[in-house]
């Protein structure tokens, strides 16, 4: 029989893998999501209706994503110009830019970072928190 004190820090662990599980998903696929809300953003401002909402709204869906992120307030910024601009311009709502572009920065990170080490028992990539 399990002791009450074993079940919470079970419970604690559990908690903790799950916790790990998000960040790992979150670092792997946070900047595809972003790009594929932007570019999602870019397809609903279809034709004529971009030129006026593009800007605005397509700021908004740029600046989320990049503070979820974790990026500073500039980094913020210049992430809501250019996917304002993005989803402004005609003729790139079949183009899945922002999703490409998110898929090759981490894809960059991945080969360019020596924290991260590929393959835990999970066959999860671990990201080095230090």
């Keep these: 029989m399990n002791s009450p004190a074993s079940q919470v820090n079970s419970r604690a662990s559990d908690s903790h893998t799950e916790s790990a599980a998000l960040k790992r998903l979150n670092h792997v696929m946070g900047p595809v999501a972003a790009g594929m809300i932007i570019d999602l953003v870019d397809l609903i401002t279809f034709g004529p209706i971009g030129l006026i909402l593009g800007l605005p709204v397509g700021a908004v869906a740029g600046y989320w994503p990049g503070h979820s992120m974790g990026l500073s307030s500039r980094g913020c910024s210049t992430c809501a110009i250019a996917a304002g601009v993005y989803c402004t311009i005609p003729f790139t709502e ?37």
Excluded: C, H, K
């Excluded at 490409?100 to 080095?128: C, K």
């Design 94 to 130: 079949l183009v899945p830019l922002g999703t490409l572009l998110g898929a090759l920065s981490r894809y960059q990170n991945f080969a360019a970072t020596d924290s991260i080490r590929v393959g835990d028992e999970s066959g999860w990539p671990m990201v080095d928190e230090t």
